[in-house]
Nanobody
Framework: QVQLVESGGGLVQAGGSLRLSCAAS????????MGWYRQAPGKQRELVAA???????NYADSVKGRFTISRDNAKNTVYLQMNSLKPEDTAVYYC????????WGQGTQVTVSS
């Protein structure tokens, strides 16, 4: 089982930046892919960005060109660099890891003020 610890959320003004971090521990050798999801109040949870074990990435159309997912294998950590933040990016962001089962982080709140 993979344990995920998220950090980096907070309150920022529109146009600002945040970097979310997700540190993985436990069954890290079994991880096939990791990603970030977000869920705003009253909305369905959506995939924001994902990165595979081979380094391939994909992004939601709404964040392409603004967000970048990356990983640091030495630290067993994935990051989500969020630039040019918009109020509609406000949500709880969840880190996820795919191994033999889906593992989720606890979620971190990102609030973007106008």
């Amino acid at each position: 089982q993979v344990q995920l610890v998220e950090s980096g959320g907070g309150l920022v003004q529109a146009g600002g930046s945040l970097r979310l971090s997700c540190a993985a521990s436990g069954g890290i050798f079994s991880i096939n892919a990791m990603g970030w999801y977000r869920q705003a109040p009253g909305k369905q949870r959506e995939l924001v960005a994902a990165i595979t074990s081979g380094g391939s990435t994909n992004y939601a159309d709404s964040v392409k060109g603004r967000f970048t997912i990356s990983r640091d294998n030495a630290k067993n950590t994935v990051y989500l660099q969020m630039n040019s933040l918009k109020p509609e990016d406000t949500a709880v962001y969840y880190c996820a890891a795919d191994s033999w089962r889906r593992s989720w982080g606890q979620g971190t709140q990102v609030t973007v003020s106008s």
